[in-house]
T-cell receptor, first 112, second 114 residues
């Protein structure tokens, strides 16, 4: 079946630094990947759609300069949280679609 | 706006019993997919079942089945012979019309009592 790998699983960073999260489709090519954010006890909120070879499209209210997305190949999308602050602490999940949507295992980001 | 509504924030069921989780949605599309995902404490999103809107027959996957009412825009999930491992958050979702963006309901937390 379709497998999406996401790394790291968890990361702690200092306020003001940047963190990169990787999302890979392991056994299929994904021209489009999706990045979600999930707060505790809440649903998944779509942040942006990552498009291979072109700019990502961001949902309303999501700062594109803070959440940089790069989709340089058909199997890899990255999300970089720039100049992270404690309020960016959250659970980030990526997804890609083959027939159904397959999700990475998520990244728990803690900014201290 | 196209939305997905799960009206039950929490549900509980006795082990081996049956429980139904409700979901309604709003779309102007005629052909689309609907999904139920499960998120256990590990937070890994796991596909439970998928329904294609153009198919009249309700989807079934082992103990999981749906009651799809297209005219009513209703897509409920039935879990039969509930097991302790079924305890999780359950999310109903569908791709926004004209795009692949998956829209989620707020989720239902299912507790399975031994």
């Amino acid at each position: 079946g379709a497998v999406v790998s996401q790394h790291p699983s968890w990361v702690i960073c200092k306020s003001g630094t940047s963190v990169k999260i990787e999302c890979r489709s392991l056994d299929f090519q994904a021209t489009t990947m999706f990045w979600y954010r999930q707060f505790p006890k809440q649903s998944l909120m779509l942040m942006a759609t990552s498009n291979e070879g072109s700019k990502a499209t961001y949902e309303q209210g999501v700062e594109k300069d803070k959440f940089l997305i790069n989709h340089a190949s058909l199997t890899l999308s990255t999300l970089t949280v720039t100049s992270a602050h404690p309020e960016d602490s959250s659970f980030y999940i990526c997804s890609a679609r083959r027939e159904s949507y397959t999700f990475g295992s998520g990244t728990r980001l803690t900014v201290v | 706006a196209q939305t997905v509504t799960q009206s039950q924030p929490e549900m509980s069921v006795q082990e081996a019993e049956t429980v139904t989780l409700s979901c309604t949605y709003d779309t102007s599309e005629s052909d689309y997919y609907l999904f139920w995902y499960k998120q256990p404490p590990s937070r890994q999103m796991i596909l439970v079942i998928r329904q294609e809107a153009y198919k009249q027959q309700n989807a079934t996957e082992n103990r999981f089945s749906v009651n799809f009412q297209k005219a009513a825009k209703s897509f409920s999930l039935k879990i039969s012979d509930s097991q302790l491992g079924d305890a999780a958050m359950y999310f109903c979702a569908y791709p926004q019309g004209g795009s692949e963006k998956l829209v989620f309901g707020k989720g239902t937390k299912l507790t399975v009592n031994p």
